[in-house]
């Protein structure tokens, strides 16, 4: 089975300008999360996503949103950049068959994105 | 407010000896704990779990001890290995909070 893929897997934009990126979860799998990792902070959770819908939510202002697609492929944009966000994104997918959140989350390999 | 604190940022420990990783966690609803392993240009990838009913996971090298009272759970590495060295994150979810991740230790094996 593929694992999780990102694109693009490196990202320079200047301030102001606006990204996207892509994540393609495990076949199969119906969940995907995005997480923001930067030096001594961790991994902080942007949003989830099942079916199409947006079920969990971080701490993030408005810049940042995301959707997903009926295939469960799903995409996180960040408008009017700031230097602050260059970070590590990742993506996750879990099957999530149920409501627990005990499902082993498989991440990809992240977009490092650098903001001048 | 940082829920699961790894408060120790870096670790080297000599090849075959023990690496004891620690993971403190402040909210009550946790109820299941995990450690993921990250190399240098990849994702995290799952190691070890462990639910609150249980106070010790055991997987070949690695063991997770959980200590409810302290809100505190360790991964025990036995023995260590070059391939160890990574960033270890603890992560914790339950109740309708979110998977939480600590900041990471950083695991450095010396041959």
């Known amino acids: 089975k593929a694992g999780v893929t990102q694109t693009p897997r490196y990202l320079i934009k200047t301030r102001g300008q606006q990204v996207t990126l892509s994540c393609s979860p495990i076949?199969?799998?119906?969940?995907v999360s995005w997480y923001q990792q930067t030096p001594g902070q961790g991994l902080q959770f942007l949003f989830e996503y099942f079916s199409e819908t947006q079920r969990n939510k971080g701490n993030f202002p408005g810049r940042f949103s995301g959707r997903q697609f009926s295939n469960s492929r799903s995409e996180m944009n960040v408008s009017t950049l700031e230097l602050g966000d260059s970070a590590l994104y990742l993506c996750?997918?879990?099957?999530?068959?149920?409501?627990?959140?005990?499902?082993?989350?498989?991440f990809g390999p992240g977009t490092r994105l650098t903001v001048l | 407010d940082q829920q699961v604190k790894q408060n120790s940022p870096s670790l080297s420990v000599q090849e075959g000896r023990i690496s004891i990783l620690n993971c403190d966690y402040t909210?009550?609803?946790?109820?299941?704990f995990l450690w993921y392993k990250k190399y240098p240009a990849e994702g995290p990838t799952f190691l070890i779990s462990?639910?609150?009913?249980?106070d010790k996971n055991e997987d070949g090298r690695f063991t997770v001890f959980l200590n409810k009272s302290a809100k505190h759970l360790s991964l025990h590495i036995v023995p260590s290995q070059p391939g160890d060295s990574a960033v270890y994150f603890c992560a914790a979810s339950g109740g309708n909070e979110k998977l939480t991740f600590g900041t990471g230790t950083r695991l450095t094996i010396i041959p």
């Open positions: 909210n009550s609803m946790f109820d299941y």
């Open positions: 462990i639910s609150s009913i249980k």
């Open positions: 076949s199969g799998h119906r969940s």
């Open positions: 996750a997918s879990s099957s999530l068959l149920g409501q627990a959140i005990t499902d082993t989350q498989y």
